[in-house]
C-alpha cells in the first residue's frame, strides 16, 4: 500500500507543480561600492551647519538636556571622523541565494521587495525591503552597473515594486543636505 501512495503522490506532482526553471546558468552579479557618499562641501556648507549645530547645542543646555547635548556632539565627533577618511569599498553579490553585502549575506526569504531609481547622475540605487519590520530599508548605490540585467536577475527571486519611482525621503534629504 506504500508503495501505491508514493507512486500517486509522484503523479500528482508531477501533474500540479510547475516545471522548474533553471537559472544557475546565469552568472552572479556582482561589483563594489563606496561604504558611504564622501560629498565635497563648501565653505558656506560648514558655516551653515556650524550655525545650526551651535543653536542645537545653547537649546540643550539652556534646557539642561544633557542627553541631547550628549548626541549632538556625537553626531559632530561621527560625522568629522567620516570626512576624514576614505569610506572602504564593499563587495556586493546578488547570486542564486540571496543578496550579500560585504560578510553579510540575506536569503531571498528574508526580503519582502526591492525595486529600482535609475535617475543619473543624481540617483542610482536599488533599494530592498525586509520582512522583519527591524531592519531599515537597505539601499546600494549600482553606479556603473547595468540595471536592466539586475532587475531581471532579481525578478527570478523577489517581488518587483513597481509603484515606487523614488527613493525614500531620508536618502533624498541626505543627498540633498550632504550628510
Known amino acids: 500500500m506504500g508503495f501505491c501512495v508514493k507512486i500517486i503522490l509522484v503523479k500528482i506532482k508531477s501533474k500540479t507543480m510547475p516545471e522548474e526553471k533553471h537559472y544557475d546558468k546565469i552568472e552572479p552579479i556582482s561589483w563594489f561600492f563606496p561604504e558611504h557618499e564622501k560629498y565635497e562641501r563648501s565653505r558656506r556648507w560648514y558655516v551653515i551647519a556650524a550655525i545650526i549645530t551651535a543653536g542645537f547645542f545653547l537649546y540643550a543646555a539652556l534646557s539642561a538636556n544633557w542627553l541631547f547635548a550628549l548626541i549632538i556632539?556625537?553626531?559632530?565627533?561621527?560625522?568629522?571622523?567620516?570626512?576624514?577618511?576614505?569610506?572602504?569599498?564593499?563587495?556586493?553579490?546578488?547570486?542564486?541565494?540571496?543578496?550579500?553585502?560585504g560578510e553579510k549575506q540575506y536569503q531571498?526569504?528574508?526580503i519582502k521587495i526591492f525595486w529600482l531609481v535609475y535617475n543619473p547622475p543624481a540617483t542610482k540605487k536599488i533599494f530592498f525591503v525586509f520582512k522583519s519590520s527591524v531592519r531599515p530599508i537597505l539601499s546600494v548605490p549600482i553606479d556603473k552597473e547595468n540595471p536592466i540585467n539586475i532587475r531581471a536577475f532579481l525578478r527570478q527571486h523577489l517581488a518587483e515594486d513597481l509603484e515606487q519611482e523614488a527613493e525614500p525621503f531620508s536618502e533624498a534629504m541626505g543627498r540633498i543636505l550632504k550628510i
Open 73 to 101: 556632539i556625537m553626531v559632530v565627533m561621527v560625522m568629522f571622523i567620516n570626512h576624514h577618511r576614505l569610506p572602504r569599498q564593499i563587495e556586493f553579490i546578488i547570486d542564486h541565494e540571496g543578496v550579500k553585502i
Open 108 to 110: 531571498y526569504n528574508e
